[in-house]
Structure formats: C-alpha cells, structure tokens
C-alpha cells in the first residue's frame, strides 16, 4: 500500500493574516483522501501541486505554510504510490510563494499617515 498520509490539522490562519478558505482545503483533502484509498490513487501528483484554494483575510482560513506544507508531502506521498508509471514524473505548474510578512506595510502606512496629520497640524 505504501506510504500513509497522516490526518492534517491545520492551525486557523491569525486574524487579519492571509490564509487559504477552509472549505475548500478540506474538501479537497477529502478528495485527496479518497484517492489514497485505491491502488494506484486516481490523483496525480500534477494535480495536488496545480490546486488553488481562495486566500482571503477574513472567515474561516487556514495557515498557508502549513497546507502547503501538507499538500508537498501529499504529492510525495502520491509520487511513491504511483511509483514507475508514467503520471508519478508529471510535474504540475510551481505556484509563486505567497508566504511573506505584510505586518510592514501596514506599519509603513501608519507612519505615512502620522506624518502628513502632524504636517498638516503645523499648517494651520
């Protein structure tokens, strides 16, 4: 059978951070599951790595880093079970990593905006 994929827990993005629709991610690890069930796994490793979720900041989100995380060793997982046939080396499209700080920006635009009220207030 190979190797198993464990159950994933994935912790709920922080307030006001991004991170993946929920829904989505488990509906998909529920397909990801099915497919795991059967030898060979109907899915391939391209598509685990081709899945998009919605990312938002609000409503129910998971960490992206962990889900992305969890779907690398999905694929590797479905690598091996594939094993030599001729889907387990399709490679998927190699998304742009969405994981940076954005904390910064905001702190840059609080800065800005300080300091065109303290302009201002020396205008007038």
Same mark, same amino acid.
């Given at each position: 059978?190979?190797? #198993? ?7 709920? #993005?922080?307030?006001? =951070? ?16 099915? %497919?795991?069930?059967?030898? +060979? +796994? ?31 060793? %999905? ?12 889907? @387990?080396?399709?490679?998927? =499209?190699? +998304?742009?990593? =969405?994981?940076? +700080?954005? !904390?910064?920006?905001?702190?840059? #635009?609080?800065? !800005?905006? @300080? ?10």
């Amino acid at each position: 059978m190979g190797t #198993a994929l464990p159950d994933p827990v994935f912790p709920r #993005a922080r307030w006001g =951070r991004e991170g993946y629709d929920a829904s989505e991610v488990d509906q998909f690890v529920e397909q990801l599951k099915q %497919a795991l069930r059967r030898t +060979p +796994p109907p899915m391939a490793p391209y598509e685990v790595v081709d899945q998009r979720f919605e990312v938002g900041r609000f409503g129910r989100r998971y960490g992206l880093r962990q889900v992305d995380e969890y779907l690398s060793s %999905a694929q590797e997982v479905l690598r091996e079970r594939h094993g030599d046939d001729a889907v @387990a080396g399709l490679e998927g =499209r190699v +998304p742009e990593p =969405r994981h940076f +700080p954005t !904390l910064w920006i905001y702190l840059v #635009a609080l800065v !800005l905006v @300080a300091l065109m009220v303290v302009f201002l207030l020396t205008q007038l």
